[in-house]
């Protein structure tokens, strides 16, 4: 699916920009204003601007790809730090006992989303940490709260390349994002100059928890079509690990 | 609502030092070796980061140049002549919410710059600026999030995931839209 995507939103974006470039209008379009003096009428002009478009749109292409590559590195460097901070903290809760006991008292849920998760494992912990960090909306907290999840739930997997079911669940929740208030939201509405900034919060907390139900759903749907989960006993599903599966692609 | 809003902002501001002082509390009654503890744990966070690179720019070159063709906004061109041709005149407007529909899962930044432009062209107290920010606040950038915590354990074979996740974005554009519609819809 991943493969197929990736493979789809660059192919129909490079073959897209490159017949838009094509096809588009040379008077309705943009040119750059060097060129748009003496377009009035003679045909060797509109040759040019054809030439123009083509060329800004193959430069604007490998400019998207050139500087997205840098940003992704910058974003990481950016996240070294928060990540640390976080990590910290969470090692010092863990050693407190601070996670199991969260993870102790939320059982009941953890055990019905993710039964998969043995009793007081810190999977359990991080995962409510990251939730209840994503409803407050403290992006900064949530994706290193989060990435230790995953970190935790991968220690349960045989399979090490492959999702399990509790980590799709546990993305499927997060990426349907539980809001209580979306404060980045009311900040724009703010600076846009909305009159009642707040009055979205009911709608959304409403759109949220459809989103989440589906979320659910369809995770413990789709799981069973997607069988490269392994044996529920995991001393028999370590042996046969890694070149089981490869009906997923 | 707007005190209630206040309240709820004042909590989520002072969370980050309440959740360190309660950790490093308990910790001291427990009498956990503070120190070593954390940079035992924020040790982690270095391999994690960089475990992401690849994967991070794989996704995000990939989304950047989709964006960059202009394929985005002729698709809002096309619906717009579709929905024309179907006698649907009055709804043409609000196809200035597809973009942000389809750009909300491949990026956060792009999803804030089109609400910000229909805030812009609209008002944020019209229609389309409540849809739009329902929108924004209720759907997350899927495939980032989806890139970053499978890229830092290594997992290459996600298996049904995406496809849960994309069907609850579908219904969170949806969900939005038609509360949206419910609670805002004056006109």
């Given amino acids: ?249 | 609502m707007s005190s209630l809003l206040e309240l709820a902002d004042l909590v989520s501001q002072w969370s980050i030092p309440g959740i360190i002082l309660i950790v490093i509390v308990t910790a001291a009654f427990r009498r956990v070796p503070m120190y070593e503890s954390f940079v035992t744990g924020a040790k982690e966070g270095f391999g994690i980061a960089i475990m992401i690179i690849p994967y991070l720019v794989a996704i995000l070159m990939v989304i950047a140049v989709f964006r960059a063709s202009g394929a985005l906004e002729d698709t809002k061109a096309v619906l717009a002549v579709g929905l024309r041709w179907a006698g649907l005149e009055q709804h043409v407007q609000e196809l200035e919410l597809i973009p942000l529909a389809l750009v909300r899962p491949l990026s956060g930044s792009g999803a804030r710059g089109v609400m910000l432009d229909l805030f812009q062209h609209h008002g944020p107290d019209s229609f389309i600026g409540y849809a739009a920010s329902v929108m924004q606040g209720s759907t997350e950038t899927t495939f980032y999030i989806l890139t970053v915590y499978f890229g830092s354990v290594g997992i290459k074979r996600i298996r049904h995931t995406l496809h849960a996740c994309l069907l609850a974005d579908v219904m969170g554009v949806i969900a939005a839209f038609v509360f949206a519609s419910l609670l805002f819809r004056a006109v």
């Fill in chain 1, 1 to 249: 699916m991943l493969n197929k995507i990736w493979f789809a939103l660059l192919a129909i974006g490079l073959l897209y920009g490159f017949g838009k470039a094509l096809v588009v209008d040379p008077g309705q379009s943009s040119p750059p204003p060097a060129a748009s003096a003496d377009e009035t009428s003679q045909p060797p002009a509109e040759q040019a601007t054809r030439t123009d478009i083509m060329s800004t749109m193959g430069r604007s292409l490998t400019n998207a790809a050139i500087d997205s590559a840098q940003t992704s590195v910058e974003l990481c460097i950016a996240l070294i730090g928060v990540m640390a901070l976080w990590l910290g903290i969470m090692k010092i809760a863990e050693d407190a006992g601070l996670v199991a006991l969260i993870a102790r008292v939320l059982r009941p849920v953890l055990r019905w989303l993710f039964p998969d998760i043995p009793r007081d494992h810190p999977a359990g912990g991080a995962i409510v940490m990251n939730m209840a960090a994503n409803m407050l909306g403290l992006d900064n907290a949530a994706t290193p709260l989060g990435l230790k999840a995953m970190k935790e739930l991968q220690s349960l997997n045989p399979r090490k390349n492959t999702a399990t079911n509790s980590m799709a669940m546990f993305l499927a929740i997060n990426t349907s994002s539980i809001s209580i208030v979306a404060f980045s939201v009311i900040a724009y509405r703010k600076a846009a100059g909305s009159i009642d900034p707040a009055s979205v919060v009911v709608a959304m907390l409403l759109a949220t928890t459809c989103s989440t139900i589906v979320a659910i759903i369809a995770t413990r749907t789709l799981q069973r079509f997607f069988p490269s989960s392994p044996p529920t006993t995991s001393d028999t599903g370590a042996a046969t690990t890694s070149t089981t599966s490869e009906e997923d692609a």
